[in-house]
């Protein structure tokens, strides 16, 4: 697989989208800003992005011919080494695409595997990830061993190299399988460990990548769990038992999604995701301070469903009211849009309060209003022990 270089200097690139009949270009828009936020994250920087309108992403080049010669001349000009596609791109696409840009071109998929290779810390993380991997490459060896031919030279090489290549496509294929049986090894411990745990009630941290998952679970639970404003800060599942007054239950934080999450990573870590099928209560951590927070709310929410945890007992935790803000126009400005900051008392009439029941606006970095938070996941966790654990009532 492709690599971001880890060096010091960022990696200099152009990214590349479409306008198509599913896609609009305000979605587009939004889909490469990720784009660039996803490069950032592995060590690059968007020098340029070039956007196209096409009704279906082009067979042989993603871009149609015209966009493409357009790109050639600008990273030849601008000696950029590295292009990267908002779509996940086919073999042949990438062997095309390779061969008109002579650089390095990778696609969204190829990114997010890069990142997640670089965040794995446990095992179980890195047996994931190396599997999605590995799934994501067999279909693209016969791009690879093209290149190799290109670098040696093709005379003498085509028959050895198909021949290598059927024999590291069974290389590949048994690693996948012995990945896939290691998994299901780790994943017979850790389903042992979740049960250990049944006799509390169990609370998991769900949302969209980057909008504070670590940050609150560190505040509950007073621990140091990894945080920083990066994409895919966490990868690893991670537990902790917290009392609120003398109620105890277990907090758990798990990776967050993304839009066009491969779904060969989503296959890969339905064993991590599987803390938030068999959780009792899930907080849902949104970012109200990123301009498209409904859309990954409903990215969280399909994601989710896709995994059979999306009828689970939720409560909406709108992160980051203190950055939140919005466009009001007033007559002594002429009629310019200022950034307004939004009360407290304002938040809890908005539709996001009403439309989610129960939920709560808070701030887990400054702490606001993270009392009422404590009382919330209180009052509803005592409420489902209450059922669950008659015996216990004494507690509360």
Not at 80 to 100: H, Y
Not at 126 to 150: D, F, G, I, S
Not at 292 to 298: A, L, W
């Amino acid at each position: 697989m492709q690599h971001i270089s880890t060096g010091s200097s960022l990696e200099r690139a152009v990214i590349v989208g479409l306008v198509t009949k599913f896609q609009s270009m305000e979605k587009v828009e939004e889909y490469l800003n990720e784009l660039e936020f996803l490069l950032e994250t592995a060590g690059g920087q968007s020098v340029k992005r070039f956007v196209q309108a096409l009704d279906l992403p082009n067979t042989r080049t993603y871009v149609g011919s015209g966009k493409l010669e357009e790109i050639v001349q600008y990273i030849r000009a601008e000696n950029i080494r590295l292009v990267v596609f908002d779509d996940e791109l086919g073999a042949t696409q990438l062997r095309n695409l390779e061969k008109e840009l002579e650089c390095k071109v990778l696609d969204r998929t190829n990114l997010i595997l890069d990142i997640f290779a670089r965040r794995a810390r446990t095992a179980h993380a890195k047996v994931q990830v190396e599997l999605a991997q590995y799934e994501y490459l067999l279909p693209r060896l016969t791009r690879m061993w093209t290149h190799l031919e290109r670098q040696r030279g093709g005379i003498g090489m085509r028959g050895p190299g198909e021949r290598e290549i059927e024999t590291d496509r069974r290389v590949i294929r048994d690693k996948i399988a012995l990945l896939k049986k290691r998994l299901a090894e780790i994943d017979r411990q850790q389903t042992i460990q979740r049960k250990s745990r049944d006799q509390l009630i169990r609370v998991a941290l769900v949302g969209y990548t980057n909008v504070g998952k670590s940050t609150l679970m560190n505040l509950l639970s007073k621990s140091d769990v990894f945080a920083e404003d990066k994409l895919f800060a966490t990868l690893d599942t991670t537990v902790r038992k917290v009392v609120i007054d003398n109620l105890p239950f277990l907090l758990s934080d798990t990776v967050g999604f993304i839009r066009k999450l491969p779904h060969s990573l989503i296959e890969s870590f339905k064993s991590t995701l599987d803390e938030l099928r068999e959780s009792d209560i899930l907080l849902h951590v949104v970012d109200i301070s990123h301009p498209e927070f409904e859309d990954q709310i409903q990215t969280v929410n399909q994601t989710l469903d896709e995994i059979g945890a999306g009828k689970k007992k939720t409560i909406m935790v709108f992160n980051k009211m203190d950055a939140f803000t919005i466009k009001k126009t007033t007559a002594d400005t002429h009629n310019l849009d200022e950034d307004q900051p939004i009360s407290l008392d304002s938040l809890q009439q908005s539709w996001m309060a009403k439309a989610n029941n129960p939920s709560i606006f808070i701030s887990a970095l400054h702490r606001h209003n993270y009392a009422e938070l404590r009382k919330l996941l209180y009052d509803e966790i005592k409420d489902m022990h209450a059922i669950r654990y008659p015996y216990d009532n004494f507690l509360y």
